[in-house]
Structure formats: structure tokens, C-alpha cells
């Protein structure tokens, strides 16, 4: 996936829309500052997520983190891969690491999600945080 | 530099037929092993244990334990943590016979000193804390938040109340949201403002009459003293809230405020950091709580009491109780410490304590903070977080590395990557108990380090027989034992 055509939240979650499916993942900058990565925890599949909500989480060698649902929807699919293994998530986080897919729900909104320039501009000047 | 040696395990050391030990012979009629134990319940071969000679077994201890860092032996600023010295007078008067020889079944007239001890030390913490009334048993800081808001929730269930959250802000200590899980409450975070203080507008708008209790840590964890509190409490009380003060850093505060001067309702006391209890090992260790008088029936039963004949018991007449948190009364010997450490310093001593802890992290932060910016301005308190940010963009070497190479250093490393809102966090405390000298040292070896090839710090530390373990490999598949190859 092209990180330049991705929606970002403020929490460091990318979305891609494709339809009424939304495909979930962390991006490449939160994984570097969570630096080596032990395990990862994922939602079941017809799970709800709800924006700005925790549906997962992600231990690191630092500390464990939330993953925050960008935006309203059911799990429809979980990279169990990613679920088994992951490294998957360090090495390609834009791709074969991918986390989740969302049937998002009717009338959810991409409101509050950055474009691709406008997270770069976010991370650079705040450090993520 | 001199690169320690990791002396091999006392297996690989093993000769067989060595000793250490010559048994006299039996003094009892010798019977045959099949005729004790039936062969078919023994093992095919003895278990291995190593043999060695009394001299190797001592040698093999001994530079193990030259291997630790600690306070007695090296610099520890280890940020949250209040790694101060503990005075050698508390340890000495907590083994003689009359305290470290007392077993809890003894008779209660039989344990009179250390219950009016104990008694004593519910009503000094209650001082401190300007507030009512104390339970010394938790046995740890973050049982104490368990404890104290499992009786938070027993006083609004009392009342009637149903209420569901605890407010805590994104700086607090992980314990925090893990105990509000616990005791039954829904975790909600308060972001942090650009101070690095509680977010006032994100308080205020998740404030509602569904929450129980704001955790507030004051100084908070970046080593900020958050001047809103007293704003905070009325907000909070208005709704019908509990105000809870984490008190990890009760040592910038001792004696210059009381917590519930502030407006806060309870709180827990860390003795290990505040009080010079011993650290580590993850116990024995306490963590009393003070609340004010309306939560006062909800304390874990029993508390020290004082009878009308003067005499001192356990009482365990509390119908209101949430029960027993901890077994007996929790770890008397860690309490016994704290009180010998507060009885010596007293009051003004105690002042002293945050006015050292204070002046000490502002003179460090001075010294270090144009090579170790401090992201969130002004006066800190008793520790103070930088961010290796700058130096991670510019030259690739991280936190962690500066961690690293600390320890090359002979300086044990401050806490990294905490608070988590801080990229690069250095949290950094140097505690009162540390001289100007140790403090400019330190702060030189900062600076040479910042200064260093970074090839140099991404492959440190360079004098321990483990440089940088595979930590993932180590959380997934630890070997804490050893087996026969």
C-alpha cells in the first residue's frame, strides 16, 4: 500500500477505504518508536469497533500500547499473520503487516483523520506525541 | 575500559567426587535403599548437583554480586523511582531481636511495642497527608490504589451511588489504569497540555456524575508540580468525585503541602521511595493509604487501635469493612523502617527532604538541559524527563544507547521511554540524598557521552559480560533454569 494515498488518526493508526471496507494498520513512524515489538493482540472477527476506542494492543520491548479504531465499523477480517507473528507488523507495516479490516459502518465518518502530508507535518513537529 | 567477566555456572564447574562438606558416618542402622524407597518410584539417576569446593562456591557468589549496580555502590538516578539512600541505622534496629524476632500469633500483650509502633506511624501518615485516618496494610504502592479504590467503591455503594469511571491522565504510572480495571472501574484518559499539566478543557469534558475518582500523581511523572489541583478538586467535588493522589513522589512535597490541603480525599504512600524502605526484588514491600474521615469505615480490616485502658490491639470490628487486603498486617518490617526514618529526620528534617530533593534536580537540569533538552519548561520538582530527540534525528543514537553507555560509566541508567508522552524520555532523578559533586560527575559524563561516536554508544555497554541482550527473544522464550545438555 502506498502510505502517500492513506488517511492517518492522530494515534498513529492508517486507513484505507476501499467501498464499505476499511483496512487497518499502524504506521511505519509508531513502529519505529515502539521499537522491537513482543506481541500484538487482535479483535475477533464480527467484533465492533467504535473511533478513538482501544481494539487491540501491541507489547514492545518499551511498553504495551493501545491500538485506537480510526473510525466506527465490525471486524470483518484479522490478519492472523500479523496475529502469529509479529515482526510482520516491523518489517511492512504498510503492507503484509496490516492488522484488521472493517465493514465501516453506515454514515461513519473519516472526520479528525489526517492526509498523508498533513500526519508527516504532525509527526515532524511534535515527535508523535 | 575493564570488561567484567561472567564467572561460569557452578555446573560448568563441577568436578566430580569434589566436596565441600565431610559427613561422619551414620549413627543409625544402615537399611537397604530398595527396602526405603521401591525402585520403581526412584529417579534413573541421581539429580545433577554440581560438586565444588567450599572456596569456589564462595569465589562464584562473591563476583556475582560485583556484578549489581546499586545505590551503595553507584550513582542511581533512576527517574520515579527515588533511588535515596537508605540509612544502615534503620536496618540495624529493624533485625535486633525484639522486632525482627516477632511471629504475628504471638499474644497481643506479648507485641505491645511494635502495635504502639504501627499506631504511632497510622497517625504521623495521616499528618503528612493532612488527612483522617490510614490502613498500613497494602503491601506494595499499587496495591495500596487497589485497596484504596476498592473502598472508594464500597463508599459510593453505600451511598447509593453507581458510578463507573476513574479519570486518569496520560503521564500517570501504569499502575493506575490497572488498578481502576481491577477494582472494577472503567480506565478514561485525560490528555496532558502543552505544560505537560492535567488538560483542563479534556478534564472538564469527560468530568460527568458517572465518575468515582480522578487519579492525579502530584508532582506528576514528568516532575511538574500541576498548580491546578485545588481547581480540579472543586470541579470534581462538585460532581460528587473523589479526588485520589498517587504520592510516588511524595519526597518533592513532605512537609511543604499537605495532599489534603490540595482537596485530595486519598492517596497512597510508597515507603520504598518516600520513607527509605528497601527497593527491589519486587517485595516485601507496603504501601499504606490515607483517606478522609467519610471513607474512614471502608478501610480493610484489622487497624491498630488504641484501647481506653491505653493498651494497643488489632481491631477487627468494622462492619463497613472491605475485609483483609493482605495477610496478618501486612510487612511490619518495611513499616518499621519508614518509621524509623521519619522519627529521625522529624519534621523540619522531613522539609529538608523536598527542599534537597527539589534544589538537586533543578541543579542537574541545568547543568544537562542544552545537551538533554527538557521538552516541558520551567521549575521542576524532584526529577525532571529530557528527550534524547534531538540526537536520535541528528546522529541515529537513541535513548536507550545514552542508557547503555551509562553504565559504562559506573552510573546506573536513569529510566528511559517513561512517560510515554515524551519521545526519547531520559526521566531522570537524583533524589536528596546525593552531593554536589555526584550531581556535576554525573552531568560531565552526560555531556562526554553526548559527545561520543555513535558506533561507540549503539554497541554499548562495553564493560559487562552481556552487552545487549535479544530482549523480544527474552520476553517470549525466557530460560530461568538450568538443564542437562
Known sequence: MDPRSLHYSPTHEWVSLDGEIATIGVSQFAVEQLTDLITIELPRVGARVTAGKSFGEVESVKAVSDLYAPIDGEVVEVNTAVANDVSLLAADPFGKGWLVKLKVAPGAAMAGLLDHAAYEKKIAEDGGH | ?485
Request: proline content about 9%; hydrophobic content about 40%.
Open chain 2, 1 to 485: 575500559m575493564y570488561k567484567l567477566q561472567q564467572p561460569p555456572l557452578l555446573f560448568e564447574s563441577s568436578r566430580p567426587g569434589r566436596s565441600t562438606a565431610v559427613l561422619p558416618g551414620p549413627d543409625v542402622p544402615d537399611a537397604p535403599l530398595d527396602d526405603l524407597i521401591p525402585p520403581e518410584h526412584r529417579a534413573a539417576e541421581p539429580p545433577p548437583i554440581p560438586e565444588l569446593g567450599e572456596l569456589d562456591v564462595v569465589r562464584h557468589y562473591v563476583n556475582l554480586s560485583t556484578l549489581n549496580m546499586s545505590i551503595d555502590s553507584n550513582f542511581y538516578p533512576l527517574g520515579s523511582c527515588t533511588m535515596k539512600y537508605n540509612p544502615k541505622r534503620n536496618e540495624r534496629l529493624a533485625a535486633t531481636s525484639g522486632f525482627g524476632a516477632q511471629h504475628p500469633y504471638q499474644d497481643e500483650s506479648t507485641l505491645q511495642g511494635i502495635l504502639s509502633i504501627l499506631y504511632e506511624l497510622q497517625s504521623i501518615l495521616a499528618e503528612i497527608a493532612g488527612l483522617d485516618a490510614v490502613s498500613l496494610q497494602p503491601a506494595a504502592g499499587a496495591q495500596g490504589e487497589l485497596t484504596a479504590l476498592l473502598t472508594a467503591a464500597r463508599y459510593f455503594r453505600e451511598r447509593g451511588e453507581k458510578r463507573r469511571q476513574v479519570l486518569i491522565p496520560d503521564s500517570a504510572h501504569g499502575t493506575n489504569p490497572a488498578s481502576a480495571h481491577l477494582s472494577g472501574f472503567e480506565a478514561v484518559t485525560i490528555k496532558s497540555d502543552a505544560r505537560g499539566l492535567v488538560d483542563l478543557a479534556d478534564f472538564k469534558a469527560k468530568l460527568s456524575s458517572d465518575t468515582a475518582v480522578f487519579m492525579m500523581t502530584n508532582p506528576n511523572t514528568l516532575g511538574l508540580f500541576d498548580p491546578q489541583i485545588s481547581e480540579i478538586a472543586e470541579l470534581l467535588h462538585g460532581q460528587g468525585g473523589l479526588l485520589y493522589l498517587d504520592g510516588a513522589n511524595m519526597n518533592a512535597i513532605l512537609g511543604i503541602v499537605r495532599p489534603g490541603d490540595m482537596g485530595v480525599d486519598l492517596m497512597h504512600y510508597n515507603p520504598h521511595k518516600t520513607f527509605s524502605g528497601p527497593h527491589g526484588g519486587g517485595g516485601p514491600g507496603a504501601g499504606p493509604i490515607a483517606v478522609r474521615k467519610m471513607l474512614a469505615p471502608f478501610l480493610p480490616a484489622p487497624l491498630v487501635a488504641r484501647r481506653d485502658d491505653g493498651r494497643f490491639a488489632l481491631d477487627y470490628d468494622r462492619p463497613h469493612s472491605i475485609g483483609r487486603v493482605r495477610s496478618f498486617f501486612g510487612n511490619t518490617g518495611v513499616l518499621f523502617r519508614a518509621y524509623c526514618y521519619i522519627r529521625t529526620q522529624g519534621p523540619d528534617g522531613l522539609k529538608r527532604i523536598a527542599q534537597h530533593a527539589v534544589l538537586n534536580a533543578n541543579y542537574l537540569k541545568a547543568l544537562v538541559e542544552d545537551v538533554f533538552p527538557v521538552p516541558h519548561e520551567g521549575r521542576c520538582m524532584h526529577e525532571f524527563v529530557a528527550s534524547a530527540r534531538n540526537m536520535a534525528k541528528d546522529r541515529g543514537v537513541r535513548a536507550m544507547d545514552v542508557a547503555k553507555r551509562l553504565i559504562d560509566y559506573n552510573v546506573h541508567a536513569p529510566t528511559v521511554y517513561f512517560p510515554l508522552i515524551v519521545p526519547e524520555a531520559l526521566m531522570i532523578e537524583p533524589t536528596e540524598s546525593e552531593s554536589r559533586e555526584t550531581l556535576e560527575s554525573f552531568a560531565g559524563t552526560l555531556r562526554t557521552i553526548a559527545a561520543e561516536d555513535p558506533e561507540v554508544l549503539h554497541a554499548a555497554p562495553h564493560t559487562t559480560p552481556i552487552t545487549r541482550p535479544d530482549e523480544v527473544r527474552a520476553a517470549k522464550q525466557p530460560v530461568l533454569t538450568w538443564r542437562k545438555a
